[in-house]
DNA sequence: AATAATAATGAGAACCATTATCAAAAGGAG
DNA sequence: CTCCTTTTGATAATGGTTCTCATTATTATT
């Protein structure tokens, strides 16, 4: 996710390329979690003093139009937004109905990649439905909420 | 998704099972969809003629943490219930970018439940996480949509 | 049955993430 | 520089959801 790809990408689409822009970007890749529109406008803001709310949320929604983010809804009212990295980078979730933790991860079982796999192509023909993307979150307690729950 | 379970339930917990939210347990057991809390509200008033949306939100509330309803986000900025009908009746959703349109399959793959299962027991091991619930979830185009767009 | 205690309800206000509006600023083409 | 388009920030508006509070319904107690 370094530069001259997305340059190019937003290019071709004929978007401009603004200070605002290109911060946010650097904004998710170098903080690789699930930040909401507020994390980014306020990290953003310490390296573009004047940039706006509205800004930020225009920005992502692009982004992730461009396929350049994903947009996640986790059910806490607000989206949530993570570079993405391509099919390497591509991950799953663990969230923490207690504190909202989210715990990203990657390494799948062997079975795991090639099932999903398996069961778009099934899905795709069975309902001619376009797949382009999967989200599976595994929903429960993390460590600290067990004890504390208990 | 008869009777007597869910009222034995409610008096357990010692919550009083009212004219409002058995109407409302009736809608969700008869329209098996996703519902917003909108859609509830409009198809109870038909029984309840003088219900309160605030109580429709409460109500759902209620049975989402009794563990009756599941409560979805699709990312359309309102959340969805769906009748919980317990490990039978678990299913999982394909996701119109288009139009909205939502598909429940629970035919799934002979692998499809095994796996999941397998997967929840090897994430709670390495992150020490209590897992009661997943979610999966395909996007993409459905049939209509695709020649539509293009 | 009457009374007291508690839970549930409806109307509407409040909340808050997100979107829309619009005038001003910035960028690009020539 | 000039014209034209895109982007931006401030702020208002939107819309789903939650909160407040006075009223009503249900249950427990006498
Ligand atoms: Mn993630
Ligand atoms: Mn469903
Ligand atoms: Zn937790
Ligand atoms: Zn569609």
Redesign the pocket.
């Known amino acids: 996710m370094h530069g001259p790809r997305w340059r190019n990408n937003f290019e071709e689409r004929?978007?401009?390329?603004?200070?605002?822009?290109s911060a946010i970007l650097d904004v998710l890749s170098k903080k690789r979690c699930h930040l909401?529109?507020?994390d980014v406008f306020f990290e953003v803001r310490k390296i573009?003093k004047?940039?706006?709310?509205?800004?930020v949320?225009?920005?992502l929604?692009l982004l992730v139009q461009m396929g350049l983010v994903c947009k996640f809804d986790f059910g806490d009212?607000?989206?949530r937004y993570e570079l993405a990295s391509g099919e390497k980078g591509h991950h799953h979730h663990l969230i923490c109905r207690n504190c909202g933790r989210i715990i990203n991860y990657d390494d799948f079982l062997t079975e795991e990649t090639g099932l999903v796999k398996k069961i778009e192509k099934e899905l795709s023909q069975k309902h001619s439905f376009e797949i382009d993307a999967h989200q599976l979150d595994f929903y429960g307690l993390c460590k600290d909420c067990q004890k504390e729950v208990k």
């Open positions: 004929g978007y401009r390329i603004t200070a605002s822009r909401t529109a507020e573009q004047g940039i706006g709310i509205a800004t949320y225009r920005t929604d009212g607000r989206a």
